[in-house]
């Protein structure tokens, strides 16, 4: 080999081993900025998960995050079906409200705009639970032990979802928790006020048991766009699938009239509507 072929050569070689150091040092930062985020993922969903918790005067917060965590970490997010959720339920359970149990379906921001400044109600997002994962997004991954809070499937792409799976189960055990008068908001602005698909719908109506709830209040909001009334084709739906031996009532409330009676708080709630 000629002096200026073997020189050529190990140039060639070193430049090599400078590109694959290169990657590798890439590769490197990348992996750390990566488990870094996903720590910091981590840590920030359990504070605001403590921090919710807290405010229940609950002792036991710790424990409720480490069994909360250990449903979902290292597992297939769409292979969560709802009863994983059972040992959560037991560390926090629900306790019974009589009387002020308010459920919603698409009215969200309606019902709590409303529960924000009365205490007439008891929402889902009202107990330790509802509350301290309301409107969070959480999933983990095989092989990981992170809590991800970004990139987790949803409705679209599996049923059983680590987040779906637990407004599921929370929710019929909310249901069970109802007794005496139940109250339910829903919206006079879409056709279907009742959806048999929704978690209204599918799980709570459907635990109601005439045992225990003697009514179930409808309170079809009415915004100026309202397209339904109490005698929908919808709402008949609703009291075809309800407990014979509940009592079903619809009234139609002007969205105007839940705002004025938030802003009246020493207006009784029962001569709001
Ligand atoms: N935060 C974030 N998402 C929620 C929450 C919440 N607090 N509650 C429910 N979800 C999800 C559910 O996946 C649900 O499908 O948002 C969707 C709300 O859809 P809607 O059709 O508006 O209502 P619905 O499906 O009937 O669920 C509301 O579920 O949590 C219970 O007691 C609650 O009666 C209420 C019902």
């Given at each position: 080999m000629e002096r200026g072929e073997f020189r050529g050569s190990g140039k060639r070689r070193r430049k090599c081993c400078l590109i694959l150091c290169v990657a590798v040092i890439l590769i490197i930062i990348i992996a750390v900025v990566l488990s870094l985020t996903l720590r910091q993922e981590t840590s920030d969903f359990k504070t605001i998960f403590l921090d919710r918790c807290k405010k229940f005067k609950e002792n036991n917060c710790e424990n409720i995050w480490e069994v909360f965590q250990k449903i979902y970490v290292n597992r297939d997010p769409c292979q969560v079906p709802m009863e994983a959720y059972d040992p959560l339920i037991t560390a926090a359970p629900f306790k019974p409200s009589c009387n002020k149990t308010m459920f919603w379906s698409k009215t969200k921001d309606v019902v709590h705009s409303f529960t924000e400044k009365r205490d007439c109600f008891l929402t889902m997002e009202d107990t330790l639970l509802g509350s301290v994962l309301d409107g969070l997004t959480w999933c983990g991954k095989e092989g990981s032990n992170e809590t991800l809070t970004t990139g987790c499937p949803g409705?679209?792409?599996?049923?059983?979802?680590?987040?779906?799976?637990?407004?599921?189960?929370?929710?019929?055990?909310?249901?069970?928790?109802?007794?005496?008068?139940?109250?339910?908001?829903?919206?006079?602005?879409?056709?279907?006020?009742?959806?048999?698909?929704?978690?209204?719908?599918?799980?709570?109506?459907?635990?109601?048991?005439?045992?225990?709830?003697?009514?179930?209040?409808?309170?079809?909001?009415?915004?100026?766009?309202?397209?339904?009334?109490?005698?929908?084709?919808?709402?008949?739906?609703?009291?075809?699938?309800?407990?014979?031996?509940?009592?079903?009532?619809?009234?139609?409330?002007?969205?105007?009239?839940?705002?004025?009676?938030?802003?009246?708080?020493?207006?009784?709630?029962?001569?709001?509507?």
């Open positions: 409705w679209t792409e599996c049923e059983n979802n680590t987040v779906r799976s637990f407004w599921n189960r929370a929710s019929a055990e909310f249901a069970d928790t109802a007794c005496g008068n139940v109250t339910v908001m829903l919206n006079g602005s879409i056709m279907t006020p009742f959806d048999s698909r929704s978690i209204f719908g599918s799980i709570e109506v459907k635990r109601f048991n005439s045992k225990r709830v003697r009514n179930l209040n409808v309170l079809l909001v009415m915004q100026k766009n309202a397209v339904v009334n109490c005698t929908t084709d919808s709402l008949q739906e609703l009291q075809k699938v309800l407990d014979k031996g509940i009592k079903y009532n619809c009234k139609e409330v002007p969205e105007s009239l839940i705002e004025e009676c938030s802003s009246h708080p020493e207006k009784p709630c029962e001569s709001c509507w």
